[in-house]
């Protein structure tokens, strides 16, 4: 039998959006129960709280069978207990407990204060400010790692427990990047927050950038040039590929293989050479803007790369013949990191997923601009080991080479910034007499908006990134980024207890998992 979600009564249809849903806080876990029974293959993916003049909860859930993505709200009385669904969707736990500790949500699952003191008000609250206070339960702790050999970048801290070399607890210390971030989007307008998320996250300033403008061109109904479709794939192809190399620099560097360190320094040389020749800096920061990209290929660029492309197959390649499927390697890296059953059952994305045997890249199951005529593969791993989340990043590599490689090939011709939004460059182009209010208007009316809402996901180099945004009376009410950081954090946590001391930094080295990300 197919079931559709009107078949569970306990549902209403949000008239005019599709797969949105809402129903009462006292009917909604029966109504997630109902999901999870009738669609076992559903995923959690965010919960989203909004604070206007009443109090609601959504839900966005993914069901990866017929791929749709399917959101369910509820208002609630502050001062009432939410169900938790933690018991249908391990991933709930990270985001109730971030409700909690930021707004003061209460559940009817026990969680303690992660970032702020006991007794401390709720920093993202409108009803109330607090200032950041250091856990008191990080003095429990006996044990500490710090990840990184570089003092620049000991930030993250590793805390256990330990009982005859076994783990008993496991902390990732938090608070060291908690800055607020996420706080002071809601205090600025909408073209400060491109400048503060490229400047915030330089390494994903293209996936923000990118959910951003695509949230804000779908509410002005904009369609982009074909060209500037493009160049945003590309540009997301080389964050992929750059943050992947990052990933195999750092792994090199731990298990000391010299011959294999030097070759991805190389690549990140190059790669970064080949951002900074088109954009001027080496993450693609401020060139995703709404209505397209603010500069063009040039063909000469596009030569360049292809050369180096060619280039970086063909070296890639040997190395990966020669070097990566040696014995030796396989046998330091043949650890157990995820199952494909922690994988779906805390609802994991990205490279980690697909390492454990997980067939999900949204590329392919919710295709966006071209993606649907490229032709790449989604390298799946077995085991979940190291060794896995190694073989699928690098092959990772390849497919996202692949796929520049045809946009290349049939990069459209025109205009990479739609008409819709006026550019300097633009008028200037059709008038030699630029008259500047006229030039002032069309900026400012390009990111002034007395109401916005926006609702937007994408797969980047990690897993799913999610933006909410609501805007109400030219004020950012509610501005949310998720990303596959926090879950991560959250297996890493678990999974640790009961190994061996030993394994615990090898298993975090694996997950790669940015505390700045985690904590925002």
Not at 43 to 59: A, C, G, Q, W
Not at 431 to 458: A, H, M, P
Not at 476 to 500: H, T, W, Y
Request: proline share 3%.
């Amino acid at each position: 039998m197919t079931y559709n979600l009107e078949d569970i009564t306990l549902l209403n249809k949000d008239c005019g959006h599709k797969n949105n849903y809402s129903c009462t806080m006292n009917n909604f876990f029966q109504v997630c129960s109902d999901i999870t029974h009738y669609f076992p293959f559903t995923l959690l993916t965010s919960i989203v709280f909004r604070e206007n003049d009443e109090s609601m909860l959504t839900y966005v859930l993914y069901e990866s069978e017929d791929y749709e993505f399917i959101s369910i709200s509820f208002l609630f009385d502050r001062e009432a207990e939410v169900p938790s669904v933690s018991h249908l969707w391990k991933n709930a736990v990270v985001f109730e407990e971030e409700i909690f500790d930021l707004y003061g949500i209460t559940f009817n699952k026990k969680y303690n204060r992660q970032y702020f003191g006991e007794g401390s008000s709720f920093p993202m609250s409108k009803y109330g400010e607090a200032k950041l206070l250091p856990n008191k339960v990080l003095s429990n702790f006996d044990y500490e790692i710090c990840p990184h050999r570089n003092v620049l970048k000991n930030q993250e801290q590793i805390l256990l427990d330990v009982n005859q070399h076994r783990v008993e607890q496991c902390l990732v210390r938090p608070g060291l990047f908690h800055l607020g971030i996420e706080k002071a989007l809601e205090k600025i307008g909408l073209k400060e927050a491109f400048t503060l998320l490229d400047s915030y996250f330089p390494t994903s300033s293209i996936q923000y950038s990118q959910l951003l403008s695509a949230g804000i061109e779908d509410f002005m109904g904009i369609d982009i040039p074909d060209r500037a479709k493009g160049i945003r794939m590309i540009l997301l192809e080389l964050n992929r590929i750059n943050n992947h190399i990052q990933f195999l620099l750092s792994l090199a560097e731990e298990i000391e293989v010299q011959s294999f360190y030097s070759q991805m320094l190389i690549y990140q040389r190059k790669f970064q050479a080949i951002l900074l020749s088109y954009c001027g800096n080496e993450f693609g920061v401020g060139i995703v803007r709404p209505g397209g990209v603010n500069k063009d290929f040039s063909q000469v660029w596009l030569s360049k790369v292809l050369e180096e492309i060619r280039w970086i197959e063909v070296s890639l390649l040997g190395l990966y013949k020669n070097l990566i499927l040696k014995a030796n390697i396989r046998y330091m890296l043949d650890y157990k990191v995820i199952s494909k059953g922690d994988a779906r059952e805390w609802g994991v994305t990205g490279p980690l997923a697909r390492g454990s045997g997980l067939n999900l890249d949204f590329r392919k199951t919710r295709p966006f601009y071209f993606y649907e005529e490229v032709e790449f593969d989604v390298p799946i791993g077995t085991k979940g080991t190291a060794f896995d989340i190694l073989l699928v990043r690098i092959e990772e590599i390849f497919q996202s080479l692949k796929i520049i490689v045809q946009i290349f090939d049939n990069l459209r011709v025109g205009k990479f910034c739609s008409d819709d939004i006026a550019s300097y460059r633009q008028l200037k182009a059709n008038d030699t007499e630029i008259v500047e209010s006229v030039y002032r208007d069309t900026v400012i009316n390009t990111y002034n908006f007395d109401d916005l809402q926006i609702q937007k996901g994408l797969e980047g180099p990690k897993g799913l990134y999610f933006m909410f945004l609501d805007r109400v009376k030219s004020q950012n009410q509610r501005f949310q980024l998720i990303n596959p950081a926090g879950i991560k954090k959250k297996i890493f946590e678990n999974s640790v207890v009961d190994k061996e001391i030993s394994e615990v930094y090898p298993i975090w080295m694996a997950m790669n998992i940015s505390m700045k990300e985690a904590e925002r």
